[in-house]
């Protein structure tokens, strides 16, 4: 096949649909990849209400999840931080990752439909890539830790100022 002006402009138009599609798409779906989010009313984890945790205590099973709990300011300085770029709706360390869906594909949170958990990093010193700390974040306001890459969890209780 002979690549004329013709052909390579037809490729170059199809390209930037492509692109421009995919931008689009990126921007105008929730976080589940299934949800449009028509101007900026996405009830975000960061949107929805602190859950009233003050008679909580680290080590303490979390009822609804089975998972013991870990009080935000026991949690390292770079998750209390990830904990409030969620709150304020980032800007995030790592865009495309920060934010994502988190399938729960280990099964230790408790069960919710497809596309409920969010995933963040949790930035690690020293390491040179996004390391093995997240913080997920749940549609209906509740935070988990992981410091080992999902292999385990604990709910984080957060204090109402």
């Given at each position: 096949?002979?690549w004329n002006r013709q052909t390579v402009t037809t490729v170059a138009i199809v390209f930037?649909?492509?692109?421009?599609?995919?931008?689009?798409?990126?921007?105008?779906?929730?976080?589940?990849?299934?949800?449009?989010?028509?101007?900026?009313?996405?009830?975000?984890?960061?949107?929805?209400?602190?859950?009233?945790?003050?008679?909580?205590?680290?080590?303490?099973?979390?009822?609804?999840?089975?998972?013991?709990?870990?009080?935000?300011?026991?949690?390292?300085?770079?998750?209390?931080?990830?904990?409030?770029?969620?709150?304020?709706?980032?800007?995030?360390?790592?865009?495309?990752?920060?934010?994502?869906?988190?399938?729960?594909?280990?099964?230790l949170l408790p069960d919710h439909a497809g596309g409920y958990y969010a995933e963040y990093?949790?930035?690690?010193?020293?390491?040179?890539?996004?390391?093995?700390?997240?913080?997920?974040?749940?549609?209906?306001?509740?935070?988990?830790?992981?410091?080992?890459?999902?292999?385990?969890?604990?709910?984080?209780?957060?204090?109402?100022?």
């Open positions: 096949m002979k930037a649909t492509i692109a421009f599609t995919s931008f689009v798409l990126r921007f105008a779906m929730d976080h589940d990849g299934e949800t449009i989010t028509i101007f900026g009313d996405d009830p975000t984890p960061s949107a929805v209400e602190t859950l009233p945790v003050d008679d909580v205590q680290s080590g303490d099973t979390d009822p609804e999840s089975g998972l013991p709990w870990v009080l935000e300011e026991e949690l390292p300085v770079e998750g209390q931080a990830t904990l409030a770029l969620i709150d304020q709706g980032g800007p995030f360390p790592f865009p495309g990752k920060d934010g994502s869906r988190f399938g729960n594909f280990e099964g990093t949790v930035l690690t010193p020293g390491s040179s890539d996004r390391g093995a700390r997240r913080i997920i974040a749940g549609d209906g306001g509740e935070f988990y830790w992981t410091e080992d890459h999902y292999a385990s969890f604990e709910r984080i209780a957060r204090r109402i100022s």
